[in-house]
Each structure stands twice: as C-alpha cells, then as structure tokens.
Antibody, heavy 118, light 110 residues
Framework: EVQLLESGGGLVQPGGSLRLSCAAS????????MSWVRQAPGKGLEWVSA????????YSADSVKGRFTISRDNSKNTLYLQMNSLRAEDTAVYFC???????????WGQGTLVTVSS | SSELTQDPAVSVALGQTVRITCQGD??????SSWYQQKPGQAPVLVIY???YRPSGIPDRFSGSSSGNTASLTITGAQAEDEADYYC?????????????FGGGTKLTVL
C-alpha cells in the first residue's frame, strides 16, 4: 500500500524558512517522479514543484522559483521542500504527491499546514 | 503560461448525469486528469489519460476530450459524489515543465 506522510509544517514569520519532508513507502521510490502541490485555505490546488526519479531534474512554479527548492533522498525514500523567504501568500496545506506518466498524480499525502504570519 | 478553466459550481439531481468541463490550450497537446476532493481530505484521482479509471473508482465516472476541452461525466450521480473536482494537465507553452490545475468545480447532488 502506497503511503505518503508529510511533516515539517507549522507557523513561521514572513521572511522565514521551513523544510517539509515526505516519507514514502509501498512503492519503489526512485522509480517515480514526485511533486509538491499546495492549497491555500478555501482555495484550489496549485502545483508547486516536481523532481524526477533520480532527483537530477527539478522544476518549480514561477510563484516559488528562487525561494523553494525540491530535493529527494532515495536512500531514505524521502522527498523534501526547502522553503525560504516565506510570504503570507505561501500559507497553505502542502501535499506530497507521487507522479506517473504526463504528471498524473496517482497518490497524495494527507498534507501539512504551513502558516506564514507575524 | 496557460490556464485551465472550470465552472465554479454545478448541480445534479440524484441519479442523473452531470458533465464537468475544463478548457485550456494545453488540452490540445495533453490529456487531462481529474481529481475528486471532499472537505478536509486529500484529492483522489478519478480519471486519467484517454479515459482510464484507477482501481476502486466506480464506472459511473468517465472522461472525454475534444479540442481544447476535457470533460468528466458522472452517469447516475450518487450523494457521495458531492465534492470539488479539479482537472489538471501539463502546460504545453514555455520551455520548462509547468503543471496546471483548473480552479475547481463544486458539485452539489440535489
């Protein structure tokens, strides 16, 4: 059974940093691209970032480019999202997601809430 | 970058058929996937590719595509189908990967 368990969310001040983690199990982690998707309170889904199975290729939405960095440790079956220079508009639930094909998301974690506020 | 456009809200009588649409230029190049999200829960994939359902998704869910429009059809809507539905696809514009989500459609089953 595929499981994705996010951690690392919390309250942070504007301009601060936070690192999210996603522990994956139930599949061969290194064989799949992974992604982060976020959802602001009461709003829709927004793609944030993605990485290839090896971690050699990474991509980010324009809204987070230069501030967020996606990475993975295939030896630990863990996906990360380093978030710097956080803004109020980054407040959201962040979902870890397993990807296949043309960026179809077949499994989602339960999400971790990031609140950026003073 | 491109956008995917969905109607904000749609309603359907119990047992009737409803179609939820998604429009965008990227859909001329890539299939849309569809996700169902109930309050307080993570999204669930219900349709992907040409018209594929993941294991466990009822066959009353189906997908289709024509030109720049993708559609999710629920034939014989049930009370438990009341949820938000999101389409997504790769973005066909630009020279780097971008992934798009529609704004979501809130489905009410009357």
């Amino acid at each position: 059974e595929v499981q994705l368990l996010e951690s690392g969310g919390g309250l942070v001040q504007p301009g601060g940093s936070l690192r999210l983690s996603c522990a994956a199990s139930g599949f061969t982690f290194s064989n799949y691209a992974m992604s982060w998707v976020r959802q602001a309170p009461g709003k829709g889904l927004e793609w944030v970032s993605a990485t290839s199975g090896t971690g050699g290729s990474t991509y980010s939405a324009d809204s987070v480019k230069g501030r967020f960095t996606i990475s993975r440790d295939n030896s630990k079956n863990t996906l990360y999202l380093q978030m710097n220079s956080l803004r109020a508009e980054d407040t959201a639930v962040y979902f870890c997601a397993k990807v296949f094909g043309d960026y179809v998301i077949d499994y989602w974690g339960q999400g971790t809430l990031v609140t950026v506020s003073s | 970058s491109s956008e995917l456009t969905q109607d904000p809200a749609v309603s359907v009588a119990l047992g009737q058929t409803v179609r939820i649409t998604c429009q965008g230029d990227s859909l001329r190049s890539y299939y849309s996937s569809w996700y169902q999200q109930k309050p307080g829960q993570a999204p669930v994939l219900v349709i992907y590719g040409k018209n594929y359902r993941p294991s466990g998704i009822p066959d009353r869910f189906s997908g289709s595509s024509s030109g720049n429009t993708a559609s999710l059809t629920i034939t014989g809507a049930q009370a438990e189908d009341e949820a938000d539905y999101y389409c997504n696809s790769r973005d066909s514009s630009g020279d780097h990967l971008n992934v798009l989500f529609g704004g979501g459609t809130k489905l009410t089953v009357l």
